[in-house]
């Protein structure tokens, strides 16, 4: 019988619109977009009573995007730091891969239009595979599971308020 996923995380993440940098080409292959991040959390999921895995992001992460224009898919390498809420030793570093179809809904997140709206989980085929690492004992567990996630871009606020964040829900591969 194949693994079941069993809901663990959630991790949102507001991407800085104003500098996100954007390179049409390099080294003569496919357009990069760098998203530095300005603020963020690790949640566990809603039936979890964690509280060490309430964590905030610590600055200096980015999402890198390659778009592929052939085929218009973002090939996303990710690498974030989050610490604790109420264990400032408690700490995560989590990496991770994954794709997104860079279709129009998509394109003007990454554009910061004032057109972008929030999408849907999954769509765009929007999925990651996080790697974690953590510092406290009680998380060892997450350093010896697979994880997959779905995303989704969230528009929230309007005019000079507006901000935008990915939003992943993270999934354990768990054998039932």
């Known amino acids: 019988m194949p693994p079941a996923l069993t809901p663990a995380l959630s991790i949102k993440l507001y991407q800085s619109k104003q500098n996100v940098l954007t390179f049409n080409s390099t080294k003569g292959s ?10 963020g ?9 964690s509280s060490s895995l309430d964590a905030k992001l610590v600055p200096g992460s980015s999402d890198w995007l390659r778009v592929d224009p052939a085929t218009g898919t973002g090939h996303l390498d990710a690498r974030r730091q989050f610490r604790c809420k109420t264990d400032p030793a408690s700490v995560f570093f989590v990496r991770f891969e994954g794709i997104v179809r860079m279709g129009e809904a ?3 997140i990454w554009e910061s239009s004032p057109e972008a709206k929030t999408t849907e989980y999954g769509q765009g085929r929007n999925f990651v595979t996080p790697v974690i690492e953590c510092s406290a004992e009680e998380n060892k567990w997450m350093e010896t599971t697979v994880f997959i996630g ?8 309007h005019g000079e308020e507006r ?3 990915v939003e992943y829900e993270i999934f354990a591969l768990d054998r039932s």
């Open 30 to 39: 496919a357009p990069r977009y760098i998203a530095p991040l300005l603020d």
């Open 41 to 49: 959390h690790l949640l566990p999921h809603s039936s979890s009573t």
């Open 106 to 108: 998509i394109q003007k």
């Open 150 to 157: 779905w995303g989704r871009y969230v528009v929230e606020g």
């Open 163 to 165: 901000r935008q964040a």
